[in-house]
């Protein structure tokens, strides 16, 4: 059965590629398009692995972790590892804190290493 990702972006074009990268090296991918959707698909669980973007319309990356801390998901999610165009900043710190396993920085990779770093969670 192929790994589940949540793919948690408010950048159609991101969002479109990420996902593309992903069902082609055969995930099973969802994705969301706001903090708020995010958010309720978080708390449903499941998901082996979620792409967290940290700029959200709604509610955003860090806002969508504080609330994990208050209420649980449903079902267990793997790792949360956050999306960001932001290059050493305290809310990555933050994010970290509170339960995110690791920061990707959208502009300084390409789609093979945003695969290999996906995967490098995965196992």
Not at 1 to 26: H, P, S
Not at 39 to 60: H, N, Q, R, T
């Amino acid at each position: 059965m192929a790994q589940k990702i949540l793919l948690v972006d408010d950048d159609q074009y991101i969002r479109e590629l990420y996902e593309e990268v992903l069902k082609n090296a055969g995930f099973e991918v969802e994705t969301a398009v706001d903090g708020k959707e995010g958010f309720e698909k978080i708390k449903a669980g499941g998901y082996d692995l979620i792409l967290l973007d940290v700029m959200l319309p709604y509610l955003d990356g860090i806002g969508i972790l504080k609330k994990l801390e208050e209420e649980k998901p449903k079902s267990k999610n793997g790792p949360i590892m956050l999306l960001t165009n932001l290059a050493s900043d305290p809310v990555i710190q933050e994010a970290i804190q509170k339960g995110a396993v690791a920061c990707l920085n959208k502009a300084e990779m390409n789609p093979d290493e945003f695969l290999k770093k996906v995967k490098e969670k995965l196992n």
